[in-house]
């Protein structure tokens, strides 16, 4: 009775809002009591209502009551805690829907602070007293609270599972080992957790083996993070300052160009006005003798008119007209078609150069995040546009379909000299560089054709193996013809077996100095590989040699 009546009294003194003893304790017109700052925070949550409620039989108040402290009810809180009173357990002293509750409460359970793996059984803070105080009990293994507690329990024995069978690797109780697992390799659970726990250690070590490994990776990354950021920067700063002389040049050129137009302007002018002066000058010098004139032609006396004529001064030495030529109206219109050349040879030259530096920029790659291509759409990730320029192409080599197609042609074209065309063979060489991963096909038609890579310094004019494709070390070349493959660098070939077909495939990973050759048909067989170091950036290449009319382009793949 003693007790139902304690319990009483911790649920009459405590707050219904914050499940407390009662805290400055203030009684509301409804007749319910709070603490203070409990029903003060209440109201204030509903202070956009205009209206205040109880927490409890909802009554409404209007307007908000004021609040005073109850002194005998704070002064009967206080005398009931000397006494023991305490509050009852907060809400979150209870066992929710996700926590272990006490087997021992009954009612409302309270959340278990520990479980025994002896009794197997969890208890609260309350009920877990005797474990400490009692001395066969202190002896139990008490754990964190557990749900699976039931799971030590043999199904079929209902006893402890105290032993473990290390040949169907499960535990099992001591009934289990001299029946169904008679015979078999078993030990105590503590043995094997003993065995396990070296094993786990083992594997532990194994980890923080792995994790110091993963930091000093780590540091290394963070260290290439910086060394990516400085080159970056650096490269920033660099090419700003190419970039601002470039204008700067460009100006300059801009100044100059139009300084000289001025000058040569104001040349043209004097030299016109001062002849336009001249001209004037005679005109005044005429029209005073045609008035001279005119008035002797009217002296009616013969004797006068003829005593003053020979007084008439002569005429002066007219100005040649032919030295009035005047020049079509072009003026300094060839200037502007010069400057305009100019132009149109930045465009081209910033146009061809551009996508190298852009390709560049884009295939930096510091981690090989992608492994290499294994099926033709992983190729086809990498295809490169490419296109054949027309001043290495030699003069037999006619360039067509958007400069993708070469074809071998009897006579000599009329292709102007240049310093890059090839004058021996008949090559030809791509426009884009190549860096970073690509990948092109060429289909040949026809003899044959030579499929190669180069560096663009390789020589061009003369017979000589420094300029033939896969006759030096600058060259790389695929011999393909409709019989056989021969692979050739720096004069030195090597036969190359498989599958013939019309389309040669060409990988090239420049970072890794990878170059690859595959047969394209309906499936794709690796032909040759190259694994090496490349020091320039390459460029693909043709040469047809055979017969009158072979052809060979690159294909479109995107």
């Not at 004037?280 to 006396?301: C, G």
């Not at 180069?454 to 193996?465: H, L, T, V």
């Amino acid at each position: 009775m003693a007790q139902k009546g304690n319990q009483l009294d911790r649920e009459k003194f405590s707050c219904s809002i914050c499940l407390d003893l009662l805290k400055d304790p203030v009684t509301i017109p409804c007749g319910h009591s709070y603490c203070m700052n409990c029903i003060k925070s209440f109201w204030d949550a509903e202070e956009e209502k205009k209206i205040h409620s109880c927490p409890q039989c909802r009554q409404t108040f209007r307007p908000r009551p004021v609040l005073l402290k109850s002194t005998m009810l704070a002064d009967l809180v206080e005398e009931l805690k000397k006494t023991g009173l305490q509050a009852a357990p907060a809400d979150h002293c209870y066992a929710g829907p996700e926590d272990v509750a006490c087997d021992v409460c009954t009612g409302r359970k309270l959340k278990a602070l520990k479980s025994c793996l002896v009794c197997l059984a969890s208890y609260c803070e309350k009920h877990l007293q005797p474990h400490y105080n009692v001395a066969p009990l202190k002896k139990h293994k008490l754990v964190e609270p557990s749900e699976k507690l039931q799971e030590n329990i043999c199904s079929r024995h209902d006893e402890v599972m105290k032993m473990f069978c290390r040949t169907d690797q499960q535990s099992i109780c001591y009934l289990c080992s001299v029946d169904e697992h008679k015979g078999h390799d078993t030990v105590s659970a503590a043995a094997e957790r003993t065995e396990r726990q070296r094993e786990l250690w083992v594997s532990r070590q194994n980890i923080q083996q792995r994790i110091q490994d993963r930091e000093k990776d780590v540091k290394v990354l963070q260290q290439e993070v910086e060394a990516i950021n400085g080159s970056a920067d650096k490269a920033v700063e660099d090419s700003e300052k190419i970039f601002t002389e470039l204008i700067r040049l460009m100006e300059k050129r801009r100044s100059d160009v139009k300084r000289q137009l001025r000058s040569q302007q104001d040349t043209e002018v004097s030299r016109v006005k001062e002849l336009q002066e001249k001209l004037e000058q005679e005109i005044t010098e005429l029209k005073r003798k045609d008035a001279e004139l005119k008035q002797l032609s009217l002296t009616e006396d013969h004797t006068q008119f003829l005593h003053n004529y020979p007084s008439l001064s002569a005429l002066s030495e007219s100005t040649d007209s032919s030295s009035i030529n005047i020049r079509p109206l072009r003026y300094f219109e060839d200037v502007t078609a010069a400057v305009s050349e100019v132009r149109v040879k930045l465009q081209d030259v910033l146009r061809e150069t551009w996508t190298n530096v852009s390709v560049t920029v884009t295939e930096v790659d510091v981690l090989l995040s992608e492994p290499e291509p294994k099926t033709r759409a992983d190729f086809l990730k990498y295809s490169r546009e490419i296109t054949l320029d027309p001043n290495t192409a030699h003069i037999r080599l006619l360039l067509s379909e958007g400069n993708r197609k070469a074809t071998l042609m009897r006579k000599n074209l009329s292709y102007s000299n240049h310093p890059d065309r090839f004058t021996y063979y008949s090559q030809v060489l791509s426009r884009e560089s190549l860096t970073g991963r690509c990948y092109w096909e060429v289909e040949w038609r026809r003899a044959g054709v030579f499929v190669a890579v180069a560096y663009k310094n390789i020589s061009r004019e003369g017979s000589s193996d420094e300029c033939g494709f896969g006759y030096n070390d600058k060259s790389w070349l695929l011999h393909c013809e409709k019989n056989s493959y021969i692979f050739w660098y720096n004069n030195v070939q090597t036969p190359v077996s498989g599958p013939w077909s019309s389309r040669v495939g060409v990988y090239l990973d420049h970072s890794a100095g990878i170059l690859s050759f595959y047969s394209i048909s309906e499936t794709m067989t690796l032909l040759h590989r190259v694994q090496t170091t490349f020091t320039q950036p390459l460029y693909a290449g043709l040469c047809l040699y055979s017969l009158f009319g072979d052809s060979a382009e690159f294909c479109k793949l995107k």
